[in-house]
């Protein structure tokens, strides 16, 4: 891993980001010097083809990381199914939304053998996992392309068993960071630790490079991450407001308003716990809820209501995925917020 870091002039990490953007931003990262990240787990296999087709012409051979969600999905019964459902009823209700009209199909998928052959034929210098890591075999079939393989920890327990499996690098996954948990072994929250704390542990835990992530925003939480022994950081919200991101206008304008400066870990959205700016379904139902269902199946009826909202411009519905640095973040061209990150 520390020869990828090295073919870049920086050693920062753009954090793969579903839903805020394609592959602009990546290359654009590539370009200025840095590691870009390409999000696969909502792609269908068709799009992701051609999504890598074009970052592989146009990465210049420099290297980039492709990212996959390495969850196992749990069966949901029609009775959390209706319990869920009930908590929602009110706003079926109001927005006239049938709860048996949309599509149930979980919108992220898990990495599985389909995807090696894309793997292979584009050959990505580094292949990430969120939420573990998948089983032996399919870890060494990746690792047989020849790509490095990095993955999220945000415990001690979870970056040692990831060594264990054979990683070269470790993502320390503070709790500031924005987006989903990449929890695997230990959902307590209260098991939770920031950055600047989990990271030594980590760093004295492991014998591979570490990567600090988690509320690096700006040239100081970058230099007190590299102090703390990271070998590189990742950074995402901090790239929310990059030209070449596709975040909305809305979640733009809520990055950019007081309204950043609260932000809560919640399941309602996903399933699964990810951290966002605080919105209306949050703070009605609570950040956290017992009857949503497990990661990704809330998202089924959630995703419906968000779309008949986002027509009227309402946006109660619809994750802000931000960190606790949110406001720390500069709109610019991805170039111009490397260069302010890594000034």
Request: some cysteine; proline content about 6%.
């Amino acid at each position: 891993m520390q020869k990828i870091l090295a073919q870049c002039t920086h050693r920062l990490i753009q954090a793969p980001m579903a839903g805020v953007q394609n592959e602009d931003l990546a290359m654009a990262v590539c370009a200025a010097g840095a590691l870009g990240s390409l999000p696969a787990a909502m792609l269908s296999h068709e799009d992701l083809n051609q999504v890598l087709a074009r970052l592989q012409a146009q990465s210049g051979g420099r290297p980039y990381n492709v990212n996959f969600f390495a969850h196992v999905p749990e069966t949901v019964s029609e009775a959390q199914t209706a319990a869920w459902h009930r908590v929602l009823q009110p706003y079926f209700a109001r927005w006239g939304v049938n709860p048996d009209a949309f599509p149930s199909a979980p919108s992220r998928r898990p990495f599985d053998e389909s995807v090696l052959p894309l793997l292979h034929r584009y050959r990505p210098a580094v292949v990430s996992f969120h939420f573990g890591v998948p089983a032996a075999p399919l870890l060494a079939a990746v690792r047989e392309t020849g790509a490095k393989i990095m993955a999220t920890a945000t415990t001690v327990a979870e970056a040692r068993f990831l060594v264990q499996n054979g990683v070269d690098a470790v993502i320390a996954q503070g709790w500031e960071a924005g987006g989903h948990r990449g929890w695997f072994l230990d959902k307590n929250p209260h098991h939770q630790s920031g950055t600047f704390a989990l990271l030594p542990n980590i760093v004295r835990a492991v014998s591979v490079p570490v990567v600090a992530a988690g509320g690096i925003s700006d040239a100081a939480t970058v230099r007190a991450a590299f102090a703390l022994g990271a070998s590189a950081v990742q950074v995402g919200t901090a790239f929310l407001l990059a030209d070449e991101a596709q975040t909305s206008p809305a979640h733009r304008a809520a990055l950019q308003s007081s309204a950043a400066e609260y932000t809560a870990v919640s399941n309602v959205f996903s399933g699964g716990g990810a951290r966002g700016v605080v919105n209306g379904l949050m703070r009605d139902l609570g950040v956290w809820h017992d009857d949503a269902l497990p990661f990704p199946h809330a998202a089924a009826a959630v995703n419906a209501l968000r779309r008949v909202a986002e027509a009227q411009q309402n946006f109660d519905f619809t994750p802000m995925w931000a960190g606790q640095n949110a406001r720390l973040a500069h709109s610019g061209s991805a170039a111009h917020i490397i260069a302010r990150l890594m000034d």
